[in-house]
């Protein structure tokens, strides 16, 4: 089992900054890429940001690259997500989530946190 836990969401400026943290715990085996997902009211959910664990290797869509990054601190098993740039449109649900090498499909979730984006 990998346990997730999300912090640093909030309430932030249309252009303004926030960064995302995702403290990694457990079996850290079983988490070779972790990822940053959202999901806004109504929505579905939306992939935002990947990082291979161990290479450090990243993959974005185009709605966030440029002003996204993620990054992991393996002495600390953080996953870090820098929001620059922020739109109103970036308000939603923040999930971190983690997945192992043979997987193609995320199995383990944090609970979320909020991101709100006032223009």
């Known amino acids: 089992q990998v346990q997730l836990v999300e912090s640093g969401g909030g309430l932030v400026q249309a252009g303004g900054s926030l960064r995302l943290s995702c403290g990694v715990s457990?079996?850290?085996?079983?988490?070779?890429?972790m990822a940053w997902f959202r999901q806004a009211p109504g929505k579905g959910r939306e992939f935002v940001a990947r990082i291979a664990w161990t290479v450090g290797n990243t993959v974005y869509p185009d709605s966030v690259k440029g002003r996204f990054t993620i990054s992991r601190d393996s002495a600390k098993n953080t996953v870090y997500l820098q929001m620059n740039n922020l739109k109103p449109e970036d308000t939603a649900v923040y999930y971190c989530?983690?997945?192992?090498?043979?997987?193609?499909?995320?199995?383990?979730w944090g609970q979320g946190t909020q991101v709100t984006v006032s223009s």
């Open positions: 989530a983690a997945r192992g090498l043979s997987r193609l499909d995320y199995n383990y």
């Open positions: 457990g079996r850290l085996a079983s988490a070779d890429y």
